[in-house]
Nanobody, 125 residues
Framework: QVQLTESGGNSVQAGGSLRLSCVAS????????MAWFRQAPGQGRKGLAG????????VATDPVKGRFTITRDNAKNTVYLEMNSLGPEDTAMYFC??????????????????WGRGTQVTVSS
């Protein structure tokens, strides 16, 4: 199965932007539904956005809706998370995850079997 590696995390000031990348190895991403999650200190992991293999559909949940955008490039085996208007509340470890595509979009953590190790985003006020 694919392995996922995130990158792009950094320390930024409030109002800034970052683009996270998730690269897949040992297999193509084209057959997977992809999602981004984050975990803040002392909190559980929360789903942010997901994208189907064809890239035409995606789901974004509050409080990132309108600020975060998920995209994918199957040719590059990469999924991205564009994050704008960052605030201290966005400080967290960010993870990408994959699940075999079955025509269902979900951000339920338990339904994902493939995870990256995460990339840290820190936003200072």
């Amino acid at each position: 199965q694919v392995q996922l590696t995130e990158s792009g995390g950094n320390s930024v000031q409030a109002g800034g932007s970052l683009r996270l990348s998730c690269v897949a190895s040992k297999g193509p991403l084209s057959g997977y539904y992809m999602a981004w999650f984050r975990q803040a200190p002392g909190q559980g992991r929360k789903g942010l956005a997901g994208i189907a293999p064809d890239g035409d559909t995606m789901v974004a949940t509050d409080p990132v809706k309108g600020r975060f955008t998920i995209t994918r490039d199957n040719a590059k085996n990469t999924v991205y998370l564009e994050m704008n208007s960052l605030g201290p509340e966005d400080t967290a470890m960010y993870f990408c995850a994959a699940r075999a595509w079955d025509a269902r979009m979900t951000l339920r953590e338990s339904e994902y079997s493939i995870w990256g190790r995460g990339t840290q985003v820190t936003v200072s006020s």
